[in-house]
């Protein structure tokens, strides 16, 4: 008789994203359960990741996001201790997480991303921001952005040089590294892929002054999802396309979305995100379920997809 697989669904965590995680993973465990797989919740908040093995599961469901649970860190775990999980892999999570890394990787790949500068804190007490500035070409507005740090948590758009050096002041004393960009207007356009098919892109209008964390994740805060972006059909096959090559070029598995600007004619991407929600308000699902692929399917979907060597 065929046995249904054992899932360990892994939420929570200590990020800053915590919340959020956990969200994520209720509403996974939900959709799994009508999928009548067992079912363990493990919250390494609350008990060492050491104990993961001993709960004898078939896959991992990781849930996580930010800090510990996206960069590369759990995923290095999940291949040492030889359980097949879902999402990215160490290598391409720690790359799409760094900022810094994938606008490297993104530039050598000719994908277009704003002009930015990195700062470490072994050049934050002797750095210059205005030669800084002025020798990367930004212009106003700037933003300045955790380089590792995801759900626009700590990002400060800067319209003048007092702001953006009160903002330096305040992160370095939280973070150990920074980017610094161009601020780019026009539309916010985020794509979902699925495996290698980018399978859809929404158009966000937040009526805050950017999709911040808020707007993410808060009803009240009242974002406009545009699904399918109101682009020409033209530009919405390229930025499928572009979020393809992204998605290729970090060596992506299983679901992932890509964030970008569309300003006078040209996508920004500004990143990959290897972990994105699946909460009531997230996008991945919202855009799935436009393509008729339900939140079920879907994680039905990249149970199956689970694997090692990611």
């Not at 959020?20 to 390494?44: E, H, M, Q, R, V």
């Not at 300003?263 to 995100?273: A, G, I, P, R, W």
């Amino acid at each position: 008789m065929y046995k249904k697989k054992k899932i360990l669904v892994i939420l929570g965590g200590t990020s800053k994203e915590r919340a959020i995680s956990i969200d994520t993973g209720l509403a996974c465990i939900k959709a799994l359960k009508k999928l009548k797989y067992k079912i363990i919740k493990f919250d390494p908040k609350l008990a060492p990741i050491s104990d993961i093995k001993k709960n004898k599961a078939d896959i991992i469901f990781n849930a996580l996001h930010g800090k510990g649970g996206e960069d590369g860190t759990i995923q290095s775990f999940f291949e040492y201790i030889g359980l097949p999980y879902t999402h990215s892999g160490p290598i391409s999570s720690m790359l799409a997480m760094n900022k810094y890394f994938s606008k490297k990787i993104f530039i050598k790949n000719k994908i277009i991303t704003p002009k930015y500068f990195y700062l470490n804190k072994i050049n934050f007490s002797n750095i210059d921001l205005k030669k800084e500035i002025k020798k990367n070409r930004l212009k106003f507005p700037i933003v300045i952005k955790p380089n590792q740090e995801g759900s626009s948590i700590g990002v400060n758009i800067c319209k003048n040089y007092n702001f953006l050096n009160s903002s330096f002041r305040k992160l370095r004393k939280k973070y150990d590294d920074l980017i610094f960009e161009n601020y780019i207007p026009g539309k916010e356009i985020q794509v979902a892929n699925i495996g290698n098919n980018a399978i859809g892109a929404i158009e966000l209008q937040p009526k805050r002054k950017f999709y911040d964390y808020d707007a993410k994740y808060k009803k009240s805060s009242n974002t406009r999802h545009i699904m399918p972006a109101d682009i020409s059909k033209k530009k919405y096959k390229e930025v499928l396309k572009i979020s393809e090559k992204a998605y290729k070029i970090l060596k992506c598995k299983g679901i992932a979305r890509c964030d970008f600007r569309f300003y006078k004619d040209k996508f920004y991407l500004l990143e990959v995100n290897t972990q994105p929600g699946m909460t009531s308000l997230s996008l991945v699902p919202e855009i799935a379920a436009y393509e008729n692929i339900s939140f079920t399917k879907l994680v039905k979907w990249m149970v199956n997809n689970a694997s090692l060597n990611r």
